[in-house]
C-alpha cells in the first residue's frame, strides 16, 4: 500500500542566483519501507524532506499522504507540519533539557491531547522498544549522545505516526555507536513496521538501512533502487563517482583496439566493442585490479591488461595493501589480499582485471553487457 505520494515538486531558494534546491522530484513511497535519500551536501536530499515535514514550502507539485493531498501547488493547499501526522528525528536531538525522558517521550501525546495514563503507556512502550526504560527520570544532560538520540526517535515514535522522517540522526556520533545505533534501528523498523525515509550522506548507513536507496544530484533523484543494485549497478557516471569508484578510464578506439590515457587496453575487448560509440568510460573499484611483475603470465579469457605501471604508494590496513599506481598519465589504486604479493614504491607492475568486473558507461550511463 502506497503510504506517500511525492509528484513533480520543486523548490526554489529565491535570489540573483535562484537555486533549484528540489528539481521536478517524483517517488512513491510503500507502507512499511525505510526510503533512504543519499548524496552529498547540497544535493537537495534535506531540504526535500523539509519540503515532506511543512518545514519548507514547495512551489510546484504535490504531496499526497495516505491518499489524502497535503501539498498542492495548483489548488494552493499547504497544511502546517502539526497536521500532517509525521515524526520527524532531528541531527541534533533537540530534547526540552528541563524535561525528564519520560516528559520529552510524552510531549507529543500531550499536545494531541491524549489523557495521562495513556500517554504514560505509550511512553513507557517506546522508551522499552529503544531500550531506554532505565531512564526514564533523568535529564537529558545525563545522557549521552547515543542515549539521546534513542529518546528523540522513542518521542518521535509514540504518536504513531503515518511517516517517520530521520535527518541524518547519526551523523554527531562516533563511528562505534553509529555501527550499534545502525543496528538498533534496523531492527525497530523491523519490528514496528513504520514507513520512514530517512536521509544522509553515507552510503554504507544507507545501504545497512534502506528498502530502497534514492541517490540525489542537483535536486534530482540521479538513481533510485534496492541498495544492492545501486551498489552494483550504478546506473550513471556520476552515481558512480559519489559511491568512491575511483579507477575512471576515458576510452578511444585506435587502430583495431582501444586506448585511454593509460595506455593500450590488452585482451578480451568483448564487452568495449559491443558498445563502441558515444564517450565510453570505464570505471572499475580497487579491489577488481590485480598487480603483476612485468611479463608474468594473465589469463586471456574475459580479462583486460594494462602494461608499463609503476608503484607509487603501498599502505597497509590490516586484511589489505592499499596500493597507489601509476599507469601512463592516470593513477590507480587497487586493494589487494595481504600475502598475495608486496610491491614496493617505484616497482614496475602490469595490471589486470577481469571484464566482468568493470562498469562500463556510453554517454553517462551504464551500459548494458
Known amino acids: 500500500m502506497q503510504e506517500l505520494k511525492i509528484e513533480n515538486l520543486v523548490k526554489r531558494y529565491p535570489g540573483r542566483d535562484q537555486v533549484v534546491a528540489v528539481n521536478h522530484v517524483d517517488v512513491d513511497v510503500q507502507a512499511g519501507e525505510m526510503l533512504v535519500l543519499l548524496g552529498p551536501s547540497g544535493c537537495g536530499k534535506t531540504t526535500l524532506?523539509?519540503?515532506?515535514?511543512?518545514?519548507?514550502?514547495?512551489?510546484?507539485?504535490?504531496?499526497?499522504?495516505?491518499?489524502?493531498?497535503?501539498?498542492?501547488?495548483?489548488?494552493?493547499?499547504?497544511?502546517p507540519t502539526h497536521l500532517r501526522d509525521i515524526g520527524m528525528v532531528f541531527q541534533n536531538?533537540?530534547?526540552?533539557?528541563?524535561?525528564?525522558?519520560?516528559?520529552?517521550?510524552?510531549?507529543?501525546?500531550?499536545?494531541?491531547?491524549?489523557?495521562?495514563?495513556?500517554?504514560?503507556?505509550?511512553?513507557?512502550?517506546?522508551?522499552?522498544?529503544?531500550?531506554?526504560?532505565?531512564?526514564?527520570?533523568?535529564?537529558?544532560?545525563?545522557?549521552?549522545?547515543?542515549?539521546?538520540?534513542r529518546i528523540a526517535l522513542a518521542r518521535a515514535l509514540a504518536p504513531r505516526p503515518k511517516v517517520m522522517l530521520l535527518d541524518e540522526p547519526l551523523s554527531n556520533l562516533d563511528a562505534l555507536l553509529r555501527v550499534e545505533l545502525r543496528t538498533h534501528l534496523r531492527a525497530i523498523h523491523r519490528e514496528l513496521g513504520f514507513t520512514g525515509i530517512y536521509v544522509t550522506h553515507d552510503q554504507l548507513e544507507a545501504f545497512n538501512l534502506g528498502t530502497r536507496v534514492a541517490v540525489m544530484n542537483a535536486g534530482r533523484i540521479e538513481q533510485l533502487?534496492?541498495?544492492?543494485?545501486?551498489?552494483?549497478?550504478?546506473?550513471?557516471?556520476?552515481?558512480?563517482?559519489?559511491l568512491g569508484i575511483r579507477?575512471?578510464?576515458?576510452?578511444?578506439?585506435?587502430?583495431?583496439?582501444?586506448?585511454s590515457d593509460a595506455g593500450r587496453l590488452e585482451g578480451d575487448l568483448g564487452l568495449l566493442e559491443r558498445h563502441g560509440t558515444?564517450?565510453?568510460?570505464?570505471?572499475?573499484?580497487?579491489?577488481?585490479?590485480?598487480?603483476?611483475?612485468?611479463?608474468?603470465?594473465?589469463?586471456?579469457?574475459?580479462?583486460?591488461?594494462?602494461?608499463?605501471?609503476?608503484?607509487?604508494?603501498?599502505l597497509y590496513s590490516g586484511s589489505e595493501v592499499d596500493t597507489v599506481l601509476r599507469v601512463g598519465e592516470v593513477t590507480l589504486y587497487a586493494s589487494t589480499p595481504v600475502g598475495s604479493g608486496q610491491f614496493k614504491p617505484g616497482d614496475p607492475v602490469t595490471v589486470s582485471f577481469e571484464s566482468r568486473s568493470a562498469l562500463l558507461y556510453v554517454d553517462g550511463k551504464l551500459a548494458r553487457s
Open 225 to 242: 533502487d534496492s541498495a544492492s543494485t545501486v551498489y552494483e549497478r550504478p546506473a550513471t557516471d556520476y552515481v558512480a563517482r559519489f
Open 278 to 314: 558515444g564517450s565510453l568510460q570505464l570505471f572499475l573499484r580497487p579491489q577488481a585490479l590485480r598487480l603483476h611483475v612485468p611479463g608474468a603470465p594473465i589469463p586471456q579469457a574475459g580479462h583486460l591488461s594494462l602494461a608499463g605501471g609503476r608503484i607509487v604508494e603501498s
Open 247 to 259: 579507477n575512471v578510464f576515458e576510452l578511444r578506439p585506435e587502430g583495431g583496439g582501444w586506448s
Open 93 to 149: 536531538y533537540s530534547l526540552w533539557p528541563h524535561m525528564t525522558v519520560q516528559r520529552n517521550v510524552e510531549y507529543p501525546l500531550r499536545a494531541r491531547g491524549i489523557g495521562g495514563a495513556e500517554r504514560a503507556k505509550r511512553a513507557l512502550e517506546v522508551l522499552d522498544v529503544v531500550q531506554c526504560g532505565h531512564l526514564t527520570d533523568r535529564y537529558p544532560a545525563m545522557l549521552s549522545g547515543g542515549q539521546q538520540q
Open 49 to 79: 524532506l523539509r519540503c515532506v515535514a511543512g518545514l519548507e514550502d514547495a512551489q510546484e507539485g504535490r504531496i499526497v499522504l495516505e491518499g489524502k493531498p497535503v501539498f498542492d501547488s495548483a489548488t494552493g493547499l499547504n497544511q
